[in-house]
DNA sequence: ATGATCTTCTATGTATACATAAGGGAACCA
DNA sequence: TGGTTCCCTTATGTATACATAGAAGATCAT
């Protein structure tokens, strides 16, 4: 076999945690992993390890595995987290694109325009990651942007984008515009206040979302 | 056993890496360690399993564990990020700390003058991280204290601390006079700004000296 | 009926065995 | 002498076997 066994185990766990076929808190047992991807419990085990190690699923000793539930605190953390590593990009982008870059940043912007007209979140959502991953290219900085990647992962378990809410996308292709100038502008500071003032209003929507959640059911 | 035997393991590892028995580019197998604990190879594969999801070792399929080297890029990489952990966690302290604790943290930072009048370094050191820790717990984020831990671990195994010089010792308490001033008087922006400045004066020492490591040895 | 204790049973943690791919060395050829 | 090919060794990847800690359930006493 080419790829680690272990490795295509933990990709398939998190997109079950992604797509919702597995929820905070459900039980992993590694007879039943192994069972169904037809591989002995080593493999199984090891995947799961790997996924403690991320923080995605919660390792009890002789008590097995549990899929990492999000309390508010943590959710509110988290933003907070995303959002000071989202502004430094943005800040260390303007100060290090070159003009074609940021030439190309504002194409990509003005690309998901129609997106936004049509009020097309499947599309807008494409742009949109289009747009911040050209942010993190411009950055350079690599465990930067893996830092950011980690991060956003683990907030995707829980929650659908809010660009999904039309007042949320429209307010998004604005924030995008002024994020754009500041760059194009190398200015360092407005970028990163502006950045940090976009993932925090996204990141509302998401730490709100998980109070709810946490409140319905105690 | 009561704890984990791969958990032991790691931590041991981590600690030969953090003390300069292990060094980056070495060679870890299986067998060695196994022996080397008088345990099976069960363990000691699932120490370097979780090594490796943590960054510290590079797992090549059928080649076995590596230390993980650290480029420049990664070494300027690193710091910028944990410049802007550090910067959000005084900005969250500033806007968050209750008088009790501003006026404790005042008080850490005193304690440590005299450290500094001695040009005690490993004192120093103690103050430094003490005076940290009550930022994080002021910031209230447990998920970004957690992201600045991890970074600081990382990059502990590259580097001495920036303190043992005494410029930087004396330095390090002026900026930290400068940083308590701002969060007593609940000034975010310039809290973050401060540490800003704090963390990446020390952060250029490490990315100096592994820059210099690398010329070396090519 | 409720609680406590004991027993049983299951799933985890560890050890060992087996399969296989990668690397090194020897031999052979040019 | 240099290079290529083949084989062998060795370490990784996976499977299986065994030990044991916890959980669950049953039984008994109050």
Redesign the pocket.
């Known amino acids: 076999?080419r790829v680690?066994?272990?490795e295509a185990l933990r990709r398939e766990i998190e997109d079950d945690i992604e797509h919702g076929r597995l929820s905070p808190g459900d039980k992993l047992?590694?007879?039943t992993l192994a069972e169904r991807f037809e591989?002995?419990?080593?493999?199984a085990?090891?995947a799961l390890l790997q996924l403690a190690a991320a923080g995605i699923v919660r390792?009890v000793?002789?008590?097995?595995?549990v899929v990492s539930s999000v309390s508010p605190q943590l959710a509110i953390g988290m933003v907070e987290v995303l959002t000071a590593l989202e502004a430094e990009a943005a800040g260390l982008a303007a100060r290090r694109m070159t003009s074609i870059e940021k030439a190309q940043l504002a194409k990509l912007h003005l690309a998901s325009q129609a997106a936004v007209k049509r009020l097309d979140s499947p599309a807008y959502i494409k742009n949109n990651a289009a747009f911040h991953a050209a942010i993190y290219d411009g950055a350079r900085n690599e465990f930067l942007a893996e830092q950011i990647r980690t991060t956003r992962l683990r907030m995707r378990f829980y929650h659908r984008s809010s660009l999904y809410q039309p007042a949320r996308l429209k307010a998004s292709f604005q924030e995008h515009a002024r994020v754009t100038e500041a760059i194009k502008s190398g200015d360092e500071a407005l970028a990163q206040q502006l950045m940090r003032d976009h993932i925090l209003f996204g990141g509302r929507v998401f730490a709100d979302l998980i109070a709810n959640l946490t409140n319905r059911k105690p």
């Open positions: 076999m680690r066994t272990s047992d590694e007879q591989v002995s419990r080593t493999p085990r090891e390792l000793p002789r008590q097995g595995a």
